[in-house]
């Protein structure tokens, strides 16, 4: 069993920053990879990005080169760096463990999850 918190969530400016963090509990934390995903009202939870139990990152199209996926083992932590933020990253941010794999984008392939954390990016 693997029990995750998110934080970090909240209001921002267009072209602002959030940071946000998952905190885990339960399974050895780098023994499984780690994933964010987000859903905005009305639409399908995407994928965002994952990591690798060893660091290895993979992110979708729609955010590289703006947000950062890290984690540090010690402190069972992953954690999302958001920059550059524009109107349509207003989502609910979710963190999910991939205890089988890793560089999985499909929401059905994780295996434990958060409850979420609001982001809203104002224009």
């Known amino acids: 069993q693997v029990q995750l918190v998110e934080s970090g969530g909240g209001l921002v ?21 780690m994933g964010w995903f987000r859903q905005a009202p009305g639409k399908e939870r995407e994928f965002v990005a994952t990591i690798s139990w060893s660091g290895n990152t993979y992110y979708a199209d729609s955010v590289k080169a703006r947000f950062t996926i890290s984690r540090d083992n010690a402190k069972n ?13 207003t989502a609910v941010y979710y963190c999910a463990a991939d205890i089988g794999g890793w560089g999985r984008r499909r929401y059905t392939e994780y295996d434990y999850w958060g409850q979420g954390t609001q982001v809203t990016v104002s224009s």
């Not at 932590?77 to 990253?89: A, G, K």
């Open 77 to 89: 932590t992953v954690y999302l760096q958001m920059n550059s933020l524009n109107p349509e990253d």
């Open 13 to 33: 400016q267009a072209g602002g920053s959030l940071r946000l963090s998952c905190a885990a509990s339960g399974r050895t934390f780098s023994s499984y990879a």
